[in-house]
């Protein structure tokens, strides 16, 4: 039976299945055999999904090799990827200035910061992490810290530092 579409509300329903267009929102649903979640499958050469805030494009290139492309939009946007889990997380964050990976508890992953100016790798919980930016380097474990730099090597905490080896130690005579 051919179906007629026209600017007006629509509606189609086939077994589970429920699109349904109105006011420039399309909405495409389906439901399993007990009402849970169904497929939704789309299958093209090229698949696109644009909206204001990002856009989202599988596509085979000329070559014949697969190509998944996600933009956002805006200086300060950001890609999130996540698994869902109660307790553990593994999230992968990519923004202006970098790129963010994290993965173990939720409140307190591991992660590892790449960014423009740093890096940064830390293993959650209040364990230990190593910075680089600039010239330095600092392990921190605690409250203890260890800085290499173009001043030498410093020990301390996060109130003061002690020198260890100056940067030009003196030779004895």
């Known amino acids: 039976m051919p179906m007629e579409f026209s600017r007006t509300v629509e509606e189609i329903i086939a077994t589970r299945v429920f699109i349904t267009a109105s006011d ?7 439901l399993g055999s007990a009402g849970e979640g169904g497929i939704v499958n789309v299958g093209a050469k090229n698949i696109r999904l ?19 492309s996600i933009r956002s939009t805006g200086e300060q946007g950001t890609i999130l990827l996540t698994t869902p889990g109660t307790s553990k997380t593994a999230r992968l964050r990519m923004r202006p200035d970098g790129v963010e990976i994290a993965l173990g508890d939720r409140r307190s992953p591991g992660r590892l910061l790449m960014l423009d100016d740093r890096m940064e790798l830390s293993l959650g919980g209040g364990g230990p992490s ?12 605690g409250k203890t810290r260890l800085i290499v730099g173009p001043d030498g090597i410093q020990a301390g905490t996060a ?14 005579s």
């Open 50 to 68: 644009a909206s204001d805030s990002g856009f989202l494009n599988v596509s085979t290139g000329g070559d014949g090799d697969g190509e998944v």
């Open 159 to 172: 109130s003061g530092t002690t020198p260890l080896a100056p940067a030009n130690p003196v030779k004895p």
């Open 24 to 30: 420039g929102f399309l909405d495409l649903s389906a």
């Open 130 to 141: 190593l910075v680089l930016e600039g010239d330095t380097l600092m392990l921190c474990s």
